[in-house]
């Protein structure tokens, strides 16, 4: 058995090292090998140029397959492995390509795992708790209103005056921003061509309370069957969405004026100059804030209500985006080792032994991490 870790990237490292470490078998794959050396190369020589066809030449049943590539890269890598009977994981979002693989890979036996990095993942592991929490609670009844809300951003631990910073190209943030999403707000759809038409506020119950300016992101409504909301339930509000410091729509008017026409080649030149004057410098602390939100009302007042907290930022061990990201990804390859996760396509598990398990180990790479409960 061997993990295939393909990609080096910058949020791929902690976990990668962290299995190296551990004794499991890996072999390193990335498109520069230099840069795959200098991240692992203390702890391993087997390290090579990613080249699918070599990949696939020395990937074996059993083995798994792991892309912390572009996303163009999963579906294919993902395939390769249903081929050769190996399981895949991924951090990133269940694509449509993706979940057509399903009977594929139970057909083959093979786990497909995919949502669990930070935003998706850490997320689906918190709302999985909360909602756990509330079926068990003596305030449950399927008469409640309830609202669900899950922000998740990466911002920078000593702000600026673009209230942002980046560690990596900017392009794929502001493509993001030209992406609608689906939310539920007031019982009602809510849908929004631009990030910025939906921009609110949000009081995250942290140590030292603070607000952020948040706004949905993508369709949030597929997420109400995977965390097993019940059909009957009344939906108040239902977002999964994106947080950044206060001043940041201010401080980025004057992109959102242009996203509308601007063509890929003015993103590419924007993405440079914002990434000149708004880098990260060597060493500079990160910070990644999640809060996930569950209430249920009856008459108008609450009668349960629980958020899942965290505040992480950049230390010693490196960047808090990396550790929470990658990190995950290596205990989802650990749990399809243990025959853990059953085959077929699937997102962050919802087992409470996993979750919990997986909770635990989060524990550890934040720096603030707890539930609080709002009426007690």
Known sequence: ?????????????????????????????????????????????????????????????????????????????????????????????????????????????????????LDPGIDHL?????????????????????????????????????????????????????????SIRHFTELDVAHPWDAISRYDAPLPTPESFEVYPNRDSLPFMADYQFDPTWKVKEFVRGTLRLNGWADAWADIFAEMGSADDARLTELAEDLLAKNAYAPGEPDRVV??????????????????????AWGDARGSAMARLVSNPVALAIEAVLNREIAPGVSPAPHDPKLVQRWLDAVQTEAQHLMVVDHLS
């Open 1 to 117: 058995m061997t993990v295939h870790w393909c990609g080096t990237g910058l949020s791929a490292i902690p976990g990668l090292r962290r299995l190296i470490q551990n004794g499991t078998p890996v072999t390193v794959w990335n498109r520069t090998a230099d840069r795959a050396r200098a991240a692992v190369g203390d702890l391993t020589d087997d390290i090579h140029v990613f080249d699918l066809d070599a990949l696939t030449a020395q990937t074996k049943a059993g083995d798994v397959v792991v892309s912390m590539l572009p996303g163009d890269w999963h579906v294919p890598l993902a395939k390769m492995a249903i081929a050769k009977g190996a399981h895949f994981v991924s951090s990133s979002y269940i694509a449509p390509e993706m979940r057509a693989l399903d009977s594929d890979a139970r057909a083959a036996g093979v786990a497909q795992v995919n949502e669990v990095g």
């Open 126 to 182: 918190m709302a999985h708790h909360l909602i756990a929490e509330y079926r068990a609670s003596a305030a449950y009844d399927t008469d409640n209103v309830v609202s669900f809300k899950s922000y998740c951003g990466g911002v920078p631990k000593q702000a600026n005056a673009f209230r942002y910073k980046f560690s990596w190209a900017p392009v794929g943030v502001l493509k993001a921003l030209r992406s609608p999403s689906k």
């Open 290 to 311: 999640l809060c996930v939100d569950l209430m249920a009302e009856r008459d108008g007042a609450p009668v349960w209500h629980k958020t899942y907290v965290m505040d």
